[in-house]
């Protein structure tokens, strides 16, 4: 999939909506359309990276920028001393549905494991 194509590519060149809630300049944060929780948050690469298989030595920067992103919204969404989850889907089995890196940032309801 070409970068043009994809939706959050998209949203980072504002060519498609989104509630935007952090940026940085390699990290764009949005609440998901679809929540399945009261905080639901995606955090994305600005550059376009499928998923964690693409990631080099010189996504380090990066990397820590989506951590460190990640744990500021779970304060300032409140949901940092309840608890929150982080994840990732890679592939089709693991239900990626958009094909650029991203990570679920869920909290806000008390979770089960494993997922259901």
């Known amino acids: 999939m070409s970068s043009s194509s994809c939706l959050f590519c998209r949203i980072v060149a504002r060519e498609a909506p989104a509630e935007i809630l952090h940026e940085t300049e390699h990290v764009l944060a949005f609440r998901d359309i679809r929540p399945g929780a009261p905080v639901h948050i995606l955090l994305i ?40 989850r982080l994840v990732t889907n890679i592939g089709p089995d693991a239900r990626q549905s958009v094909f650029h890196l991203h990570f679920h940032l869920l909290g806000g309801r008390p979770m089960g494991w494993p997922p259901g």
């Not at 030595?57 to 929150?84: F, I, Q």
């Open 45 to 84: 690469p600005k550059e376009h990276v499928t998923d964690i298989r693409e990631l080099e030595d010189r996504h380090a920067g990066m990397v820590l920028d989506l951590m460190r992103a990640a744990a500021h919204l779970a304060r300032t969404e409140k949901v940092d001393e309840s608890g929150w």
